[in-house]
C-alpha cells in the first residue's frame, strides 16, 4: 500500500490545525456514555419508539441534540471518537487493533490536560477487554479504573460483559465526584456504562426484555443526575450524555424512513448544565469526534458544529485478513444525512465510491491531514 511522500506529508503537516474551544470558564465536565443509547429508542429524538421514558423526562433539564453521529459501529470506535477528537480511521502502516493504534496518537483529553484540567475514566467493564488499557494509557489520564480496581464492583455479582450493574458504577462515580469536587483545578471525568448491552440481563431479576433492562438502567441514570444536583455540580459544572454506538440490532424500516442512510449512526446527546437553556432542542448536525473539540461552541446557536459527519466502517477479520478497513462513509446536514457518500481510503488515496460531494475536497484534505 503506498504510504504518503514526504512532500505530502509536510504540506499536511503544515495546515492549520482545527483547535480545541474549551469553554472559557473551564467548568466540571463529566462525560456519561451509556452503552447501546440509541436516537431511535427516544420518543424525543426521533419521534418514534418511547423505549426512554426517563431519558426523554431528563431532556427537560438541558439541551438535546437530535441530530448527533456515533462515528462507528461499536463500543471501541465511540470512545476512540470522543476521548480522541477525531473519527477513527485507520492510517498507513498501522496495527488493525484499534485501540493499540490509536493509543499513539495525540488526543483531545490531552488538550484539555494541558489547559490545567484533571482527567479521569471510569468504567465497570474489565479494562483489559480488547486493549481498552492500553488506549487509556495512550490518553496520558491522571487515573483510569474499571470493573478490578474499585473493591466494590470485583467484589459483586456479575450480570452482562461480565461486569457488575450500572448501580455499583453510579455510586462509585458519586463517590469520584465529591473527592474531585474537593480540589482546586477543573476536571474532565468519563463514566462508562454496562448494562444495556446484549444480551438483555435484568441487574435485579426482573424480566430480560429492552423495556425492563432500560427502565432500570435509567431509573439509575435519574438518581445520578438528582445526586450530582444535589452537591451543587451544576452551578459550574456541565454533565454530557450521549451513546457509544447505536444499538446493535438491525436496522428496522422505521429508522431508515426517519434518518435515510445515517440511520446506523444516529445517537443522542443531551448536555445538562447552567450555562444551557433547559427543554431545548438543537437540530444541528454534531459528531462524537467533535463534542470536547467543540464544547465552547456549542452554546453559539448559529455555529455550524458538524456538517459533514464521518463513518468508519468496522472492520472484519477473514480467513486471516482484515477487510472494510479502508471504507469510510460521510453524510451531510445539506440533505438530512439521508444520503452516503461511500469512500474507499487506500494509501495515499481516495476514491469515491458513488457520487462525489461537492464538499469534496474540503473533505479529503481532512482526512489526508488526520491519518
Do not use: C
Not at 490518553?139 to 470493573?147: K, V
Request: hydrophobic residues 35%.
Amino acid at each position: 500500500v503506498t504510504a504518503y511522500s514526504r512532500a505530502e506529508m509536510e504540506f499536511y503537516a503544515g495546515l492549520k490545525r482545527e483547535s480545541v474551544d474549551i469553554p472559557v470558564s473551564r467548568p466540571d465536565i463529566i462525560l456519561l456514555v451509556i452503552e447501546s443509547l440509541s436516537s431511535i429508542n427516544s420518543q424525543k429524538t426521533s419521534g418514534a419508539l418511547g423505549l426512554l421514558g426517563d431519558f426523554d423526562g431528563l431532556a427537560e433539564e438541558g439541551v438535546l441534540f437530535t441530530n448527533f453521529f456515533a462515528n462507528h459501529q461499536a463500543s471501541e470506535g465511540g470512545l476512540i471518537a470522543l476521548l480522541g477528537g477525531f473519527p477513527p480511521m485507520h492510517f498507513p502502516t498501522a496495527s488493525p487493533y484499534m485501540f493499540d493504534e490509536f493509543a499513539i496518537q495525540g488526543s483531545v483529553v490531552d488538550e484539555y490536560r494541558k489547559q490545567g484540567y484533571r482527567a479521569e475514566f471510569l468504567t465497570n467493564a474489565d479494562l483489559k477487554f480488547i486493549g481498552l488499557d492500553r488506549f487509556l494509557g495512550g490518553l496520558g489520564l491522571d487515573q483510569s479504573r474499571g470493573r478490578d480496581d474499585v473493591e466494590a464492583m470485583r467484589l459483586a455479582p456479575k450480570v452482562v460483559q461480565d461486569a457488575p450493574s450500572d448501580a455499583y458504577l453510579y455510586r462509585e462515580a458519586m463517590s469520584s465526584v465529591k473527592r474531585l469536587q474537593s480540589q482546586e483545578t477543573p476536571f474532565l471525568f468519563t463514566i462508562a456504562t454496562t448494562s444495556t448491552h446484549l444480551p438483555y440481563t435484568h441487574p435485579e431479576g426482573g424480566p430480560d426484555t429492552p423495556e425492563a433492562v432500560w427502565e432500570w438502567s435509567l431509573h439509575q441514570l435519574v438518581s445520578f443526575y438528582q445526586q450530582l444536583s444535589a452537591t451543587g455540580f451544576f452551578e459550574i459544572g456541565i454533565l454530557l450524555i450521549t451513546g457509544d454506538h447505536r444499538q446493535m440490532r438491525p436496522l428496522t424500516r422505521t429508522e431508515t424512513e426517519r434518518y435515510g442512510a445515517s440511520a446506523r449512526a444516529r445517537v443522542p446527546l443531551l448536555a445538562i448544565g447552567s450555562r444551557y437553556r433547559e427543554g431545548t432542542i438543537d437540530n444541528r448536525f454534531f459528531q462524537q469526534s467533535d463534542l470536547l473539540r467543540k464544547l465552547e461552541k456549542i452554546e453559539k446557536a448559529d455555529v455550524s458544529l458538524s456538517p459533514h459527519p464521518i463513518w468508519v466502517e468496522r472492520y472484519n477479520r477473514k480467513y486471516g485478513r482484515i477487510d472494510l478497513i479502508n471504507k469510510l462513509s460521510v453524510f451531510s446536514e445539506t440533505d438530512q444525512g439521508r444520503l452516503e457518500y461511500r469512500m474507499l481510503v487506500p494509501g495515499n488515496r481516495i476514491e469515491w465510491l458513488d457520487e462525489t460531494p461537492p464538499f469534496a475536497r474540503q473533505l479529503e484534505i481532512q482526512i489526508h491531514s488526520q491519518r
